[in-house]
């Protein structure tokens, strides 16, 4: 027997000792138990008002039950979309009002445009709020020009070097500028949303806060389920995810108030390529009203990964640990001393 299938077993008789009983027990309650499943050398803190949990340790995990037993991540799946289901909707009323909330995406090319379509149909199914979205397209050339659904605004924003990365923070900050909602959500073109994200988050800035985080679980889809579920072929509970998700903090989604995200300085545009900003705005997020309570499912469909994302050398990486060193009220006096979401181009890009 090689070494990998007996540390399958071996996984596999510990999820059996060790966790089956207790995702049993939270998959069959009747009450949202299963909210609190996490790996057992986790800890969870509960909401104040008793409904969602923050994770109390740093960055993301993925449950390890599921991956050995894949019966329980399917169950899991089916229960938190049975709670807060997802509604997809080819289009959106025409706005007639002011809307309360702005989604802003950002993309580039077209191998994600069938995973974008997917997204903002999830955000038309949004009920109780009234929302606008936002694409703001990163290319030299348009490619989403002709293919993005009426309700949706398109913002074209040609990178100011052929050779410039993808750059997540610019795209959010112009995006920002031209939306109309007082609460923004940052949102990532790979990502489903339950019917009740909007006004979830509406209820939690009506309370006073300005920052909301509603991500308990972000259950990942493999190549041929999510092609399966763009195709119409499969629904999304069909299989198992291939991975579950926690602790994405500022990842993912991100809701925040529109004068708060300004106070703190917007996104950092010196972040050229793939990953660190999310990170690093979330550090300094922290010196506003945050609710950090995730108790809601989002969907992830599959993707190739971002040229760079697993070099062990990642530029960016590097940057967020320097920026992350630097008290985050200064770095929030350099960002509003600095003007970005320009359409010229990112604020830290230097040729």
């Given at each position: 027997?090689?070494?990998?299938?007996?540390r399958?077993?071996?996984?596999?008789?510990?999820?059996?000792?060790?966790?089956w009983?207790?995702y049993?027990?939270?998959?069959?309650?009747?009450?949202?138990?299963?909210?609190?499943?996490?790996?057992r050398?986790?800890?969870?803190?509960?909401a104040?008002?008793?409904?969602?949990y923050?994770?109390?340790?740093?960055?993301?995990?993925?449950?390890?039950a599921p991956?050995?037993?894949?019966?329980?991540?399917?169950?899991?799946?089916?229960?938190?979309?049975?709670?807060h289901?997802i509604?997809?909707?080819?289009s959106?009323e025409?706005?007639?009002?002011?809307p309360e909330?702005?989604f802003?995406?950002?993309?580039?090319?077209t191998?994600?445009l069938?995973?974008?379509?997917?997204?903002?149909?999830?955000?038309a199914?949004?009920?109780g709020?009234?929302?606008?979205?936002?694409?703001?397209?990163?290319?030299l050339?348009?490619?989403l020009?002709g293919?993005?659904?009426?309700?949706?605004?398109?913002?074209?924003?040609p990178p100011?070097?052929?050779d410039?990365?993808?750059?997540?923070?610019?795209?959010?900050?112009?995006?920002?500028k031209?939306?109309?909602?007082?609460?923004?959500v940052?949102?990532?073109n790979?990502?489903?949303?339950?019917?009740?994200?909007?006004?979830q988050?509406?209820?939690?800035?009506?309370?006073?806060?300005?920052?909301?985080?509603?991500?308990?679980?972000?259950?990942?889809?493999?190549e041929?389920?999510?092609d399966?579920?763009?195709?119409?072929?499969?629904?999304?509970t069909?299989?198992?995810?291939?991975?579950?998700?926690?602790n994405?903090?500022?990842?993912?989604s991100i809701?925040?108030?529109?004068?708060?995200?300004?106070r703190?300085g917007?996104?950092?545009?010196?972040f050229?390529?793939?990953g660190?900003?999310?990170?690093?705005?979330?550090?300094r997020?922290q010196?506003l009203?945050?609710w950090?309570?995730?108790?809601l499912p989002?969907v992830h469909?599959?993707h190739a990964?971002?040229?760079?994302?697993?070099?062990a050398?990642?530029?960016?990486?590097?940057?967020y640990?320097a920026?992350?060193?630097?008290?985050?009220?200064t770095?929030i006096?350099?960002l509003?001393?600095?003007s970005?979401?320009?359409?010229?181009?990112?604020?830290?890009w230097?040729?």
């Amino acid at each position: 027997m090689s070494g990998n299938i007996l540390r399958r077993y071996r996984n596999l008789a510990g999820v059996l000792l060790k966790d089956w009983r207790r995702y049993e027990r939270a998959l069959s309650a009747s009450d949202d138990s299963y909210l609190a499943l996490c790996n057992r050398n986790e800890q969870l803190q509960s909401a104040p008002d008793g409904v969602g949990y923050r994770c109390e340790w740093q960055w993301t995990s993925d449950l390890h039950a599921p991956k050995f037993m894949p019966t329980l991540g399917r169950r899991l799946l089916q229960r938190a979309l049975a709670d807060h289901p997802i509604r997809r909707a080819s289009s959106r009323e025409s706005l007639s009002e002011t809307p309360e909330m702005s989604f802003i995406i950002g993309h580039r090319g077209t191998d994600r445009l069938p995973q974008l379509l997917a997204t903002l149909e999830s955000i038309a199914g949004q009920q109780g709020a009234t929302v606008e979205c936002l694409v703001v397209e990163q290319d030299l050339s348009s490619q989403l020009t002709g293919k993005l659904p009426a309700w949706v605004r398109h913002i074209h924003t040609p990178p100011p070097s052929p050779d410039m990365p993808y750059c997540r923070s610019w795209a959010f900050n112009v995006g920002a500028k031209y939306a109309e909602g007082a609460v923004l959500v940052l949102h990532d073109n790979d990502l489903l949303l339950p019917a009740d994200y909007a006004s979830q988050i509406l209820e939690k800035v009506g309370l006073g806060l300005e920052v909301v985080n509603l991500k308990r679980f972000i259950f990942y889809l493999d190549e041929q389920h999510t092609d399966k579920v763009l195709s119409g072929k499969s629904e999304i509970t069909d299989e198992p995810p291939l991975s579950i998700m926690q602790n994405s903090e500022g990842g993912g989604s991100i809701a925040i108030i529109r004068n708060s995200f300004d106070r703190i300085g917007g996104m950092d545009e010196s972040f050229i390529g793939w990953g660190g900003e999310d990170n690093e705005f979330w550090e300094r997020a922290q010196s506003l009203k945050v609710w950090p309570f995730g108790y809601l499912p989002l969907v992830h469909l599959w993707h190739a990964a971002q040229a760079g994302k697993y070099q062990a050398s990642n530029a960016t990486t590097s940057h967020y640990q320097a920026l992350s060193a630097v008290p985050a009220s200064t770095r929030i006096a350099r960002l509003k001393s600095i003007s970005g979401g320009e359409l010229s181009g990112p604020a830290g890009w230097k040729r």
